[in-house]
Nanobody, 122 residues
């Protein structure tokens, strides 16, 4: 059971990145999916999540209008399209499989992926 994230990197402020997270060993369609991030010296926070069917999405206020979560159950993959990136978006991003589409707490995380570093320069 594994989640493998990719797509992180270094980008200038205002730029874009697309994170991907592929599952192996289990079917993502059985879970809500999400992304957390952890900036240096800060607590890990939920960024976005999407329901099993993809019909319900949630975003933390700081990323609304700039980030879009999507999923492709056929490819067993979840995506995070990040536009208009800001230096404060710099963090390690973690994809997760959730037992419910809730990221206000980490209590519903069933599987953690390894992190991918996103660095936004000013």
């Amino acid at each position: 059971v594994q989640l493998q994230a990719s797509g992180g990197g270094l980008v200038q402020a205002g730029g874009s990145l697309r994170l991907s997270c592929a599952a192996s060993g289990f079917a993502l369609e059985n879970y809500a999916l999400g992304w957390f991030r952890q900036a240096p010296g800060k607590e890990r926070e939920g960024v976005s999540c999407i329901s099993n069917s993809g019909g319900l999405t949630y975003y933390v206020d700081s990323v609304k209008g700039r980030i879009t979560i999507s999923r492709d159950n056929a490819k067993n993959t979840v995506y995070l399209q990040m536009n208009s990136l800001k230096p404060e978006d710099t963090a390690v991003y973690y994809c997760v499989a959730l037992t419910a589409p809730i990221i206000a707490t980490m209590n519903f995380v069933h599987v953690w992926g390894q992190g991918t570093q996103v660095t936004v320069s000013s």
